[in-house]
């Protein structure tokens, strides 16, 4: 009955080189961060795609946290949990809110850095947070010879299609957040990102001002099962705006919103279109309140 079916082998590198030559000579193993998302998708067991497994857990680079003044350094088999806990008082402010809003604890304590940003389908909070903070990321390649190494801005992660953008024997190793003041910043989720990404929206901001005049303004909008949704237009139509914005100001934003999003592809839904606008209306309005709350 099982005949040419095997279990699959499991590797389990202590270093990034290791980890590497393994990936190389076994191309086609899965790569195995917390097993988070892997252990939810439906396999049969055992299989015949014979498909061996990579676990990055036992390789101690990868779990390390640095930081200096300009920036902090942290690996793709941090958990989320601890990431919060050893960042508490230094990550940004939209960085923990997308961590806190991870799933349930059970989640977040066992799920990495790594395995959010490389779901196979899903753009998911920490992509979406990470997209308006000046991030880079380290990508190691196991099929080059000596394991060539290149770091990308977060955005390069993802395909203009929103799909995943690292090839095939590509490993994220390490993720460089720079710190950077801001005056504003949220994070906000609704629906359902994980169970129901087809309805969900999860919105970040980050912006500055200086007395009153709004100096700069980045938001990433994540429809998770298709992109997360970049505008410069819109930033630059809020950049050098006066606080607090009118009602007038408000609803225009939100109206070139709404346009943009109808544009953009045809598998968003309604009701993300007006999540995203609704969203984007109330950011606008609680930056107002915290400019007179100041
Ligand atoms: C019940 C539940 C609710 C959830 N709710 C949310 C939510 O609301 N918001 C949210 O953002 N997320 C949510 N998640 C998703 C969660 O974020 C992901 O499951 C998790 O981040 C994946 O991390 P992991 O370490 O378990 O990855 P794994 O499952 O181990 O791996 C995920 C993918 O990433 C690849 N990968 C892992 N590490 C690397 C690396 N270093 N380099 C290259 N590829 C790599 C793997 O090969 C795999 O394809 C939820 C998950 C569950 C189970």
Redesign the pocket.
């Known amino acids: 009955m099982y005949e040419g079916v095997r279990a699959p082998a499991v590797f389990n590198p202590e270093t990034i080189l290791e980890a590497l030559d393994v990936y190389q000579r076994y191309p086609r193993s ?11 998708q439906l396999r049969e067991y055992p299989s015949h795609d014979n498909k061996d497994i990579l676990y ?1 857990g036992g390789v101690s680079e ?1 779990h390390r946290i640095n930081r200096n003044e300009r920036y902090i350094e942290v690996g ?2 941090v ?2 949990q601890r990431l919060l806990t050893v960042g508490q008082h230094i990550l940004h402010p939209v960085l923990a809110h ?1 961590c806190k ?4 604890p059970i ?1 977040r304590s ?3 850095i ?7 389908n ?1 753009r ?3 992509a979406t947070a990470l997209m308006i903070l000046e991030t880079q990321v380290e990508i190691k390649d196991s099929r080059s010879t000596k394991s060539s190494t290149r770091w990308v801005p977060i955005h390069r992660l993802y395909k203009r299609d929103g799909s995943l953008g ?1 090839i095939h024997g ?4 390490r993720l460089r957040v720079f710190f950077e003041d801001a005056n504003f910043q949220c994070f906000s ?1 609704i629906g ?4 129901h990404p087809e309805t969900a929206v ?1 919105f970040a901001v980050f912006a500055k001002y200086e007395k009153s005049t709004i100096s700069e303004f980045r938001f990433s909008l994540s429809l998770p099962s298709i992109d997360i949704f970049r505008s410069k237009e819109i930033e630059a139509s809020i950049t050098s705006k006066d606080l607090p914005l009118s009602a007038k100001e408000i609803i225009a934003i939100s109206g070139q919103l709404r346009e943009l999003l109808s544009n953009y592809s045809s598998k968003i839904q309604k009701v993300q279109i007006e999540r995203s606008c609704r969203i984007l209306e109330k950011t606008l309005q609680d930056m107002n309140t915290k400019v007179f709350a100041n």
């Open positions: 899965i790569l195995w961060a917390g097993g988070t998302t892997l252990m939810s990055l990868l793709p088999m958990s989320i997308a809003r991870l799933g349930p989640i066992q799920a990495t790594g395995g959010s940003l490389c779901h196979p899903l998911l909070n920490l690292l590509e490993i994220i190793t989720i359902d990102p994980f169970y999860i």
